[in-house]
């Protein structure tokens, strides 16, 4: 069994089905499967659904200019960073 982190950038899960289909089949195949990604209207900064753990930071508003994403980009990688996320998982990024 791995450990498994996977980091978002632009939507939170399990509302990105895309990453939430990876997640349900990693865990089906009997690995720990952690997120962090942006918080959605309403979501807790923390909280397990179907065994894959969830962490949420507030997402950046967003731009629209070039300028605006490359902030977005950085705002990102900083909220992931400053995650009390787990460590010493495999690192998988999308």
């Known amino acids: 069994m791995a450990r498994i982190l996977i980091i978002v950038q632009n939507l939170p899960v399990p509302f990105d089905r895309r990453v939430w289909l990876e997640c349900q089949a990693l865990t089906a195949a009997g690995h720990q499967v952690t997120v962090i990604c942006p918080k959605g209207k309403g979501d807790p900064t923390f909280q397990v659904i179907e065994t894959v753990q969830l962490y949420k930071y507030r997402p950046y508003a967003p731009g629209g200019s070039k300028l605006g994403f490359i902030m977005e980009y950085g705002y990102s990688f ?17």
């Not at 909220?79 to 990024?93: D, K």
């Open 78 to 94: 900083a909220a992931t960073a400053g995650s009390p996320g787990p460590r010493g998982h495999t690192t998988a990024t999308s």
